[in-house]
């Protein structure tokens, strides 16, 4: 492209830019007392005109800066034109030693001396992310099938834990099963009659089940507390032993049993771990299970269900198993959630909290676990970054997925580990069989 | 005689008011080539899908005698064809699992054995040796049809990679490991070139004297069902027009028409898919 065609290109995409702008962002309403007043913001039209002439013309010329060294490295080395990205190397080396990498850090991080209140919680946050990412990849990564409704799980999980503990006194760890079968139950009666439908069919179903979900939580007023939700939900205790400054009559208190000082991050600390160990179970899990026949299965349903069925496999009965799996391990995260807030009601499992999970896994690259710690960490932080442009928000993060979607359609660590080989000794080496 | 490995009976196949198959019967045999032809749109496609379950018959009675147990196979579901009734097909249009290896679609097609001995997943996450046992023997079938296949080397790349004639063979020996007794062949040498197609050639006689499966195989290339084929059976418009050995349906009249066509007919003909 010549100087004046950039230039061009430019002015006319500011000139778009200008034209949206006016309705979006040239009014403001402002209170005047009586009726709303409205403001003109012209100044912010030209703002925005400019932000993009200088975007688009900055990315004409980074993609024509682009292809001219495609170009010159394919005149100087023809054999070299599929040269891999970067990504894509780190993609295949990722589950070697990305993976090591990042649970070290998470391992450590709490004692590192940047590590306060803030930075735990947000790990934490982070990490129930990461949790619910993989375990909606075994739905969507693995077995190819779209679930746009996985919060409701979620929403069970937490739910069955809020009300075994409160009504029954059940424990953490008594809980957490329960609540993860029965996440999983839901996930079996929901996927039953669903699992016929293909693609997009799937979706709009799953999505349905998740509003129902949220609908009957606000409307069961007895059990779920309606709108208001279910607060007082007890805290974890460190295996039995209390985080509280005073413990009750005849128990021992965390930092008694440890002879510390009381303080209240010894808590923050503890969950953060305990989510830690939820996730790693949740990769462990799905690494074995990738590896064994449903696990494959899974893949080849994602891949071709009419060659499965061909093979004698039931696809049925086998998306049901990940439906069912990848709905504990919600339910499991659920229950975490519960416990950790204390409180929990409708609000938190909306339909956007499948989105951004959803989004996760997309991100991530299908079926890549260390890409959805990538995804979920670089979600659940950009939000917090942005928070002094809290206006910009969902702006940020609507332009941040169409860059990464234009960007890297198949996904930030898109790659796929075979799960087992014939020549370990191979080009690949380390890739033995299980 | 004991029954024929697969009985065909009075099959018709309608779709909305087309009938793509018109009572047609025939016989498939252990240890023998059938080869089912036809010009395009006769109908075979939609004959073996049928046989593997794909379509539900609107008339007609597919049995499957295997081991002397009869299995009707029009009441089974299509995966129970294939894993009970022990029919494995390949497609017109391959259909592999093409981001997984070469090797993992061979283990797949062996799924139900490797289910039962992971204890249906729960003995296999805890790494119960017999699993590694049963996997290292689906490895070592898997191994031989590489080998038979010609795609050892290959074995640890992506399906999706590999050139069409690779494909094609890989979708036969993923079919040859879920240990069938009777093979449906779609086409297996559409768009093979001449060398390609006489390997394939030797392949299915292996198949058939080594394995004493039955093979049942839609072609197009008359001289490959003339060379290999042990009974050919022909469809036109989705009636059965000359059954019989290849030497004796090569010279019949109904055939050769069929095949020339009489030109107001050879247009309908065409629109098949
Ligand atoms: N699912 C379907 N719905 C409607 N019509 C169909 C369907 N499947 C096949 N047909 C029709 O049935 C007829 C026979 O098709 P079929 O695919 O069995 O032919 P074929 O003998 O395999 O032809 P080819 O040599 O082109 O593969 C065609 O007219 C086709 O259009
Ligand atoms: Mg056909």
């Known amino acids: ?434 | 005689m004991t029954q024929p490995l697969l009985k065909v009976e009075h099959l018709t196949m309608r779709f909305g008011g087309l009938v793509a198959v018109n009572d047609v019967s025939f016989d498939a045999k252990a240890s023998q080539i059938t080869a089912v032809i036809g010009p395009n749109g006769a109908g075979k496609t939609t004959v073996f899908n049928c046989i593997a379950g794909f379509y539900k018959p609107t008339v007609g009675r597919l049995t499957l005698t295997n081991n002397g147990t009869p299995h009707l196979l029009e009441r089974m579901s299509g995966n129970d064809i294939a894993g009970k009734a022990r029919v494995a097909r390949t497609f017109q249009n391959i259909r592999l699992f093409p981001k997984m290896t070469v090797l993992e679609n061979l283990i797949v097609a062996q799924h139900n054995k490797l289910m039962r001995a992971s204890g249906f997943t729960l003995l296999g996450l805890f790494g119960w040796p017999g699993y590694s046992k049963a996997e290292a023997e689906a490895v070592d079938l898997a191994r031989y049809w590489l080998e038979r296949t010609n795609l050892t080397d290959v074995a640890d790349e992506v399906a999706g990679s590999l050139p069409y004639g690779g494909q094609r063979r890989l979708e036969i020996a993923r079919a040859m490991c879920t240990e069938p007794v009777l093979l449906c062949l779609d086409e297996p040498a559409a768009g093979l070139n001449p060398r390609e197609s006489a390997d394939l050639n030797t392949l299915l006689r292996f198949i058939r004297d080594e394995h004493k499966c039955g093979v049942l195989l839609i072609e197009h290339d008359m001289s490959v069902v003339m060379q290999i084929s042990d009974h050919v059976i022909v469809l036109d418009y989705g009636r059965k027009i000359a059954d019989g050995p290849p030497d004796a349906v090569r010279n019949d009249p109904k055939v050769i028409a069929a095949y020339l066509g009489e030109p107001e007919d050879s247009a309908v003909a065409q629109g098949g898919v």
């Open chain 1, 1 to 434: 492209m010549t100087v004046a065609e950039r230039l061009k290109d430019a002015i006319m995409a500011a000139a778009v830019a200008a034209l949206l702008a006016l309705p979006l962002i040239g009014f403001e309403t402002v209170d005047t007392g009586g009726p709303l007043g409205i403001k003109t913001r012209f100044d912010y039209i030209a703002y925005a005109a400019i932000v993009v002439f200088l975007g688009r013309l900055g990315m004409r010329i980074a993609f024509d800066w682009r292809r001219s060294y495609r170009e010159r490295i394919v005149q100087a080395e023809p054999t070299n034109i599929d040269r891999k990205e970067l990504l894509t190397v780190l993609g295949q080396k990722a589950d070697k030693w990305l993976m090591p990498v990042m649970i070290g850090f998470a391992i450590v991080m709490p004692f590192l001396p940047f590590a306060n209140r803030t930075v735990i919680d947000l790990g934490t946050v982070v990490l129930i992310y990461v949790m619910l990412g993989w375990g909606l990849n075994i739905v969507v990564g693995l077995a190819g099938l779209l679930d746009l409704g996985y919060v409701a799980f979620y929403a069970v999980g937490a739910y069955t834990f809020a009300t075994l503990s409160m009504h029954f006194g059940f424990g953490f760890w008594e809980t957490l099963p329960l609540a993860g079968l029965l996440a999983a139950t839901f996930g079996v009666v929901l996927g039953f009659p669903v699992l016929r439908l293909r693609g997009d069919y799937l979706a709009i179903v799953t999505l349905g089940f998740g509003e129902i979900i949220r609908v009957i939580l606000l409307n069961w007023q007895p059990v779920t507390g309606g709108p208001a939700g279910i607060s007082g939900i007890p805290r974890p205790s460190f295996f039995g032993f209390p985080f509280s400054a005073d413990p009750p009559e005849g128990a021992t208190a965390f930092h008694q049993l440890f002879g510390l000082e009381y303080a209240s991050i010894h808590r923050i600390i503890f969950l953060y771990y305990l989510i830690l160990a939820l996730a790693l179970v949740t990769n462990l899990f799905t690494m074995r299970i990738r590896k064994l026949p449903v696990g494959r299965a899974w893949e080849a349903l994602r891949e071709d269900e009419i060659a499965c069925t061909a093979l004698g496999i039931n696809p049925t009965n086998t998306k049901l198993t990940a439906f069912a799996i990848g709905a504990m391990f919600g339910g499991f995260a659920g229950s975490f959630f519960a416990t950790r807030q204390g409180f929990i009601s409708p609000e938190s499992f909306s339909f956007i909290e499948s989105a951004v999970i959803l989004a996760i896994v997309v991100l991530g690259g299908m079926g890549s676990q260390a890409g959805i710690v990538l995804a979920a960490a670089f979600l659940t932080l950009l939000p917090e970054v942005a928070r002094e442009f809290s206006l910009f928000r969902m702006l940020a993060f609507g332009a941040a997925m169409v860059l990464i979607m234009v960007w890297r359609p198949q996904g930030l660590l898109a790659h796929r580990e075979p799960t087992m080989r014939l020549h370990p000794a191979g080009t690949k080496p380390g890739g033995g069989k299980p």
